[in-house]
Structure formats: C-alpha cells, structure tokens
C-alpha cells in the first residue's frame, strides 16, 4: 500500500533531485533512500537469519573459521 506523503527540503538538494532522478521514479527513488536510512526491521532481519542458516555452503566457511583466534587478530 502506498502513502501519499508532502515533504519540505533545501532548494539545491530539490534542484540536483530534479537533474539526476526522472520525475516518475522520484518516489521510488525517496523510498529507496530512505529505507537504506532506517534501520532494518527486526522480524525482516531475523527471517534472513533464519533463512541463510539453512544454506548448506555457509557450514563450510563456518568449518573454515572455527581454527582462527580472535586474539591474534590485530588491534
């Protein structure tokens, strides 16, 4: 569902808006910036946990990594 939503900003920051992103993808544009912005949704981050621990290959590189020791890493 979308929102229709009006926002104040800088006039130069509007003006380089207008030069770099086409007018009908300006709000995906916004969108998309401002969910990198945010922090990620915790039911959304563990469901990616979740679903990453089921991938057979990770247990190899996990495998590859028990043998190093945090403590000679450098500081």
Do not use: C
């Not at 130069?12 to 916004?30: H, N, T």
């Not at 996990?62 to 403590?71: F, P």
């Amino acid at each position: 569902m979308s929102v229709r939503l009006n926002i104040t900003m800088d006039d130069d920051v509007y003006e380089r808006l207008k030069k770099e992103v086409p007018s009908k993808k300006l709000s995906a544009f916004i969108s998309k910036a401002v969910r990198a912005k945010l922090h990620p949704d915790a039911k959304a981050l563990d469901a990616a946990y979740q679903a990453a621990s089921k991938e057979r290959w990770r247990a190899g590189v996990d495998e590859d990594w028990k043998h190093v020791d945090a403590e000679d890493w450098p500081k």
